[in-house]
């Protein structure tokens, strides 16, 4: 009997050292859940939820949103990917897609929503970079971040474990007095005009020569390096090219996949003439996966530059072929 107590009671004491760890954990990870106001009521129809969004993270995000199948504004965000910058410590409000197509039979060429319950929130979001404009998402592990709350409460933005932002600048500044703050942290603030070392470089002696002091302020006129750390040189945009006045005459359609970007998810449909015409299409779209999909497209023609696209779709998968198989203009 004496050893079984024994034994109970270094039982006890295990798992009584186990909680006080537990516990001591528990209060090291801190989660600022205080409130996030500005979310507006739950809407009662498809429609935009204005839906309010706390960075607490520590730091700039950047977080790109897919509305994938969202039914509002006659189905024109479906498919939209976009992203927003929530600066470190702000709280915006953010439209979010809401659908409730209980009960409603889809339109012929619309998709049917798969939302459990028949409604709900069609837009997702993840953390793509932890910067600002200067995010790197290659070099960040979106893994940390996670939120708490509820769109009706406001989503709260957190990460653990807390870890550096991944700034990365894509030159550094010149060797100028006004640019001494080339080896400065990311984060921290540009040095003061006329700062002392270690900002600006060493003081050249009194024995300097005149030739030396050429060379240092020809060097101050030379474009700046690119920082050691940015693999690649971005090169100066490319001007734009001149405009191509649109004719009233009838419009001709063509339509293309947009290979602007690294990952295709949208085509373009260009009018030559047309101006003030409006026009009702159907585009044929050739996925990447073999499926096809009817675009029902309706559209007005009011830019005045004919190599600007009149319509830009966006998809969830992507493209590699469209047709216009049909078409229907008119003043």
Same mark, same amino acid.
């Given at each position: 009997m004496k050893i079984k107590l024994q034994s109970i009671g270094?039982?006890?004491?295990?798992? *009584?050292? *186990?909680?006080?760890?537990?516990? *001591?954990? *528990?209060?090291?990870?801190?989660?600022?859940l205080s409130a996030c106001p500005g979310s507006a009521p739950e809407p009662t129809q498809s429609a935009a939820w204005s839906v309010a969004f706390c960075n607490r993270t520590g730091h700039d995000v950047v977080i790109e949103f897919h509305d994938n199948d969202c039914p509002i504004n006659d189905w024109t965000r479906r498919g939209d990917v976009y992203q927003r910058t929530l600066r470190r410590g702000e709280s915006r409000t953010l439209p979010l897609c809401y659908a409730n197509e209980v009960g409603k039979k889809p339109a012929p060429g619309m998709p049917t929503l798969h939302i459990p319950g028949g409604k709900g929130v069609t837009t997702t979001w993840n953390v793509v970079g932890d910067c600002g404009n200067h995010s790197k998402p290659l070099n960040m592990d979106a893994r940390t971040?996670?939120?708490?709350?509820?769109?009706?409460?406001?989503?709260?933005l957190l990460q653990n474990p807390s870890s550096t932002t991944h700034c990365t600048s894509d030159a550094a500044p010149g060797p100028t007095a006004a640019g001494a703050a080339s080896s400065y942290a990311p984060n921290a603030s540009p040095p003061p005009a006329g700062a002392a070392a270690p900002y600006s470089a060493a003081a050249p002696t009194a024995g300097a020569s005149a030739a030396g002091a050429a060379a240092t302020n020809a060097s101050s006129a030379v474009q700046a390096p690119v920082a050691t750390h940015s693999p690649i040189v971005v090169p100066p945009p490319a001007p734009a090219a001149p405009a191509v006045p649109r004719t009233s005459d009838a419009p001709t359609l063509t339509a293309s996949v947009d290979n602007s970007g690294l990952i295709q998810h949208s085509v373009q449909v260009f009018a030559k003439g047309g101006a003030n015409y409006k026009c009702n299409f159907?585009?044929?779209?050739?996925?990447?996966?073999?499926?096809?999909?009817?675009?029902k497209v309706k559209t007005a023609i009011t830019g005045n530059d004919e190599q600007v696209p009149i319509v830009t779709r966006k998809y969830l998968k992507t493209p590699t072929e469209v047709k216009i198989t049909s078409n229907n203009c008119a003043r």
């Amino acid at each position: 009997m004496k050893i079984k107590l024994q034994s109970i009671g270094a039982v006890l004491s295990i798992l *009584a050292l *186990a909680c006080l760890g537990i516990t *001591a954990r *528990a209060q090291d990870t801190h989660e600022d859940l205080s409130a996030c106001p500005g979310s507006a009521p739950e809407p009662t129809q498809s429609a935009a939820w204005s839906v309010a969004f706390c960075n607490r993270t520590g730091h700039d995000v950047v977080i790109e949103f897919h509305d994938n199948d969202c039914p509002i504004n006659d189905w024109t965000r479906r498919g939209d990917v976009y992203q927003r910058t929530l600066r470190r410590g702000e709280s915006r409000t953010l439209p979010l897609c809401y659908a409730n197509e209980v009960g409603k039979k889809p339109a012929p060429g619309m998709p049917t929503l798969h939302i459990p319950g028949g409604k709900g929130v069609t837009t997702t979001w993840n953390v793509v970079g932890d910067c600002g404009n200067h995010s790197k998402p290659l070099n960040m592990d979106a893994r940390t971040f996670y939120d708490r709350g509820d769109y009706k409460t406001g989503i709260i933005l957190l990460q653990n474990p807390s870890s550096t932002t991944h700034c990365t600048s894509d030159a550094a500044p010149g060797p100028t007095a006004a640019g001494a703050a080339s080896s400065y942290a990311p984060n921290a603030s540009p040095p003061p005009a006329g700062a002392a070392a270690p900002y600006s470089a060493a003081a050249p002696t009194a024995g300097a020569s005149a030739a030396g002091a050429a060379a240092t302020n020809a060097s101050s006129a030379v474009q700046a390096p690119v920082a050691t750390h940015s693999p690649i040189v971005v090169p100066p945009p490319a001007p734009a090219a001149p405009a191509v006045p649109r004719t009233s005459d009838a419009p001709t359609l063509t339509a293309s996949v947009d290979n602007s970007g690294l990952i295709q998810h949208s085509v373009q449909v260009f009018a030559k003439g047309g101006a003030n015409y409006k026009c009702n299409f159907n585009l044929l779209v050739t996925f990447s996966d073999g499926a096809t999909w009817n675009d029902k497209v309706k559209t007005a023609i009011t830019g005045n530059d004919e190599q600007v696209p009149i319509v830009t779709r966006k998809y969830l998968k992507t493209p590699t072929e469209v047709k216009i198989t049909s078409n229907n203009c008119a003043r």
